[in-house]
């Protein structure tokens, strides 16, 4: 679809958080069931029914104004959803995997706090009143959304996941030392 409009880049961008929810949609289950954490999985788990709510709201704006919120795919979010799988892939240190999670979470919150933030703005420059009410609804979820993760990578999944870092520095000081004794021993 041409953008020739301030109408039809609302449009567009409508379609674009359509399909990045569905992504979420589809992608946020296997997040959910890969993290330890059972805090990490409640706050997903709330986020993935949250989530079930913006893409009923993306309809509904569609409908209102006479068109349909399918039809494109949101490459960043396709993007931003590889980088996930990569972390689920490499990850082998389950606080650290949730570190990492945590991390591509945010990342795509943040995505979705700047895609409703500007629809929200091009919903306000067009008058689109109802439009502007649902998006900004939905705006306030994401930054909610990514607050508790925030407040949970601080609270302690970060602290844990590093804490197995100072072990490994620890297990790799105490074997150098035993190394450095056996040798002197030797001599």
Do not use: W
Not at 79 to 100: H, M, N, Q, S
């Amino acid at each position: 679809m041409p953008m020739e409009t301030m109408q039809d880049l609302f449009v567009d961008e409508i379609k674009d958080l359509y399909s990045a929810e569905n992504q979420i949609l589809k992608a946020l289950p296997k997040i959910i069931k890969a993290v330890q954490s059972p805090q990490v999985q409640q706050a997903l788990s709330e986020h993935l029914r949250v989530t079930e709510g913006h893409v009923r709201r993306l309809e509904q704006i569609a409908s209102q104004m006479g068109k349909r919120p399918s039809g494109k795919k949101c490459m960043g979010m396709e993007g931003l959803i590889e980088e996930g799988k990569e972390a689920l892939k490499e990850g082998k240190d389950p606080d650290v995997l949730d570190a990492a999670l945590i991390g591509a979470a945010q990342k795509v919150e943040h995505y979705e706090i700047a895609g409703y933030g500007t629809a929200r703005a091009h919903a306000m420059q067009l008058g689109e009143q109802q439009a502007v009410t649902l998006l900004e609804q939905t705006l306030e979820e994401e930054k909610e959304a990514d607050q508790k993760l925030t407040e949970l990578a601080e609270a302690f999944v970060n602290q844990r996941a590093a804490q197995d870092d100072d072990e490994e520095m620890e297990d790799g000081r105490d074997g150098q030392q035993m190394m450095r004794q056996t040798t002197s021993r030797r001599m």
